[in-house]
């Protein structure tokens, strides 16, 4: 008797754009069509970070064990950082929540911004190494991009302030985030604009697209290209 083969099932695509941030790290996903699946911020309490406690709403929404992430930085972190690792715990918990959730495939990352205060860009980097960590154990493709080449794709302009971003994805792409309170909404329209780049550069799907986001995303590949001569 012959073994009927299994067709094997075709891969869905889904993309992600991140924008990490200390305070709320943007997440926007994207299907293989590039219509918009959803947007999440994953907010940090600051009041409850004061208290020594990751945020109820974090561990409501993305189903983290605060227990468990107390006790791995207990004894080990000192006092005046443990908070803070908790949280970068916390934040990863919920990406691998998000990523598995939704089967996401590719990624683009905002890289860093540098700034002149060295503490929050030392924060940055501790929380975002953690992040592309964890895309590498889920074998999730990722790019990382400037934050002048999400700028320039969304508004037609690299140096465009974070608020005029924000305006221009609902002008363009309609998006409110009217779920997400409104000091986190420059974190979606961050992760929104990541999003929509990582769908056209992954899938090398560029119509539709007007000539400057056409540029953003064929620079890209340039940018890639030299980084692996």
Partial sequence: MKKI???????????VGLDISISGTGVSLFDNKGKHIKTY??????A????????????????IDSLTIRKKVKGVVDLKR????MNYL???EAIKFIMKKHKVTHSIIENYAFSRHSKATTKLAELGSLIRKRLLLMGIRFL???????????????NSPKDVLL????????????DIEFKFRMD????????????HYFSNKLSGLDRIERETILNLYDESTKANE
């Fill in 5 to 15: 083969k299994k067709k094997k099932e075709k891969k869905t695509k889904v993309y």
């Fill in 41 to 46: 911020v994953i907010e940090r309490s600051f």
């Fill in 48 to 63: 409850e970070r004061a208290r020594g406690i990751v945020s109820t709403k974090m561990v409501d929404e993305f189903k």
């Fill in 82 to 85: 443990r908070f803070s690792f």
């Fill in 90 to 92: 916390a934040t990863e």
């Fill in 144 to 158: 990382e991009v400037t934050p002048q080449s999400n700028k320039k794709f969304v508004t037609g302009k690299g």
């Fill in 167 to 178: 305006q221009k994805v609902f002008k363009k792409w309609g998006e409110e985030f009217e």
């Fill in 188 to 199: 979606a329209a961050d992760s929104y604009g990541l999003g929509l780049m990582c769908y």
